[in-house]
């Protein structure tokens, strides 16, 4: 069976469940102020949008864009977890609820609370990427040259695993469509999950870089790359 996953992200005091589906927004639009015409759906697997130019994920992304955020990519699988960050501090749902309340709205016998938004369509600008960027974790001091990442886990037909997906997963290779225990620093999927995260265009100084690989072509050496 294949577990279905959901971005979730709070800043502030505000937290959001984003769906699997995108809209583009053009400077044009803005103008204009047109409603969204159409959309682009995003398979619900994390392998089938966890990709470095994929709209959805950058659409998350970009919000965490000299603006920090705690982020988790929620499976359904993890509903026994609470939702808590390394620092302690837990939201008011546990992740098998946030996923319910982003996807199954019948089963939702419990009372959302009020700071907890649910967004059906994720504005993307495709202008936007991750080159000449730093993913950096606030909460362990971590970081990601991203021009570095996408040198060793691009395949040679151009496409990368987008980092930030999997770091901030939870349930991770427990169905169909997981990054899987076999593949190349496996072990740090989840590493980040719901910690409070920020992208920059400049190197953080007295941060521990993160050399992480995520690729489906390389095996797992669990020593291979590291913090």
Not at 21 to 44: F, M, P, W
Not at 63 to 78: E, F, H, P, Q, T
Not at 167 to 192: A, F, K, N, P, R
Request: aromatic letters at 12%.
């Amino acid at each position: 069976m294949g577990q279905y996953y959901h971005a979730v992200m709070t800043q502030g005091n505000k937290t959001t469940v984003f769906n699997n589906r995108t809209a583009l927004v053009t400077e044009q639009d803005k103008i204009e102020g047109k409603r969204d015409s159409y959309y682009n759906y995003h398979g619900l697997k994390i392998m089938e949008h966890s990709w470095l130019k994929n709209d959805l994920v950058n659409g998350v992304a970009k919000r965490i864009l000299n603006k920090k955020g705690r982020i988790a990519w929620v499976g359904d699988y993890s509903d026994d977890i609470i939702f808590k960050a390394t620092d302690g501090k837990e939201t008011p749902l546990t992740l098998g609820q946030l996923y319910m309340v982003a996807c199954l709205e019948e089963d939702r016998n419990f009372d959302v609370p009020a700071n907890v938004k649910f967004m059906n369509l994720v504005k993307y600008d495709p202008a936007f990427t991750m080159e000449h960027k730093f993913l950096i974790n606030l909460t362990k001091k971590e970081y990601i040259n991203m021009d570095e990442y996408i040198e060793r886990s691009g395949d040679k037909d151009g496409w990368c695993i987008h980092p930030l997906p999997l770091l901030t997963s939870t349930g991770g290779d427990q169905g169909g469509g997981d990054y899987h225990e076999c593949y190349i620093d496996s072990h740090l999927v989840g590493h980040w999950a719901y910690d409070e995260l920020i992208i920059k265009e400049v190197e953080p100084k007295g941060f521990t870089k993160l050399n992480v690989t995520f690729s489906e072509e390389m095996e797992n050496t669990l020593n291979a790359v590291g913090v």
